[in-house]
């Protein structure tokens, strides 16, 4: 397996894909965004379990 160093850290607020945000909505006290995945990587959310 060969090492590849990342080009930033963890947490450095970059993303190695691209994102499509669709207009907020207000609805019942709170704000609602949809965020679709635009790119060419797929992105997991959270720690990937079902449930």
């Given at each position: 397996m060969?090492?590849i ?8 607020g ?13 609805i ?10 635009t ?6 959310v ?6």
């Amino acid at each position: 397996m060969r090492r590849i160093e990342p080009l930033f850290p963890f947490g450095y607020g970059l993303s190695y894909t691209s994102f499509a945000i669709d207009k907020p909505l207000y609805i019942n006290n709170k704000v609602q965004v949809r965020v679709r995945n635009t790119g060419k990587y797929q992105v997991m959310v959270g720690n990937g379990s079902q449930g």
